[in-house]
């Protein structure tokens, strides 16, 4: 099997995205927001807010005083800035520097994003400096152990075919993906009262066509990794990975999917 060797974890274009994880991005948001219970009229802000789902949740469910978002990808922000118009202020950076003063945010939260930054440590004492004393600071992750269903079913099928594709799991890269390592972070920046928890949804799916489509937009480790094969060894992964589906009789699949959150105070 022909296949790349290095996966590509650039999130850029808003549109192949939403495909692929974006449409269950938007449902686990208010599940995480549930969660927080955090009180109304705090000054919000969302760290690598991709399209917007977080951001979105956040101005129809919070009741927030304010809600400031940054993203790195221009591709990003001006997918957010057509859904979220004026009523959040998007602003261009990264998690480990925000063009933001410090200890301007009641509440600063970030979702799906920590895994993917370079150097997490440094995104959240970032999260910390720009977050008010008191206040608090919470993040979310797939579960690409065994949580997050359709991602765990595409790489067991492409390490059946590949042996190189298992450097490439999201599962082996992201130990920061667990409760524990989670916890772990937050206490070594210094927050307080950490605690985590659970977030599961119901991803389902019209057809495998549904499933698998989304992989074949180049955005994201596993798009990425389908990219890298030629066309008959795609054909031979679509196979295995439809053998691994739970079709009921209509066609439909239903999986579920897992997140990780984590929440603390900045002393």
Not at 15 to 23: K, L, M, S, V
Not at 45 to 72: F, R
Not at 77 to 91: D, K
Not at 225 to 236: H, N
Request: aromatic share 8%.
């Amino acid at each position: 099997m022909a296949s790349g060797s290095a996966s590509d974890d650039r999130w850029e274009r808003g549109d192949p995205y939403e495909r692929y994880i974006g449409r269950w991005s938007r449902r686990v948001a208010p599940r995480f927001l549930s969660w927080l219970a955090a009180a109304p009229d705090l000054r919000w802000l969302d760290v690598g807010c991709g399209t917007g789902a977080l951001t979105a949740a956040i101005l129809d469910h919070a009741q927030p005083k304010s809600v400031s978002a940054v993203e790195p990808s221009d591709g990003f922000l001006a997918t957010a800035a057509q859904r979220l118009g004026a009523r959040a202020q998007l602003q261009k950076g990264s998690a480990a520097q925000m063009p933001l003063p410090d200890a301007s945010m009641d509440v600063t939260v970030s979702g799906l994003v920590l895994n993917f930054t370079p150097e997490p440590p440094l995104a959240l004492a970032e999260m910390a400096r720009v977050t008010a004393p008191g206040g608090t600071i919470a993040a979310y992750v797939w579960d690409y152990a065994d949580g997050m269903q359709l991602i765990r079913r595409f790489w067991d099928a492409a390490r059946a075919l590949d042996d190189k594709a298992a450097a490439l799991d999201e599962a082996l890269r992201f130990p920061l993906c667990r409760p524990e390592a989670l916890a772990a972070l937050f206490e070594a920046t210094g927050l307080h009262r950490v605690q985590t928890g659970a977030l599961e949804i119901e991803t389902r799916f019209v057809d495998f066509d549904d499933c698998w489509q989304p992989f074949l937009g180049g955005q994201g480790p596993a798009p990425a990794y389908v990219a890298t094969l030629d066309e008959a060894a795609r054909a031979r992964l679509r196979a295995e990975l439809r053998t691994r589906m739970p079709a009921r009789p209509d066609g439909s699949i239903v999986l579920s999917a897992r997140a990780w959150s984590v929440r603390g105070r900045r002393p």
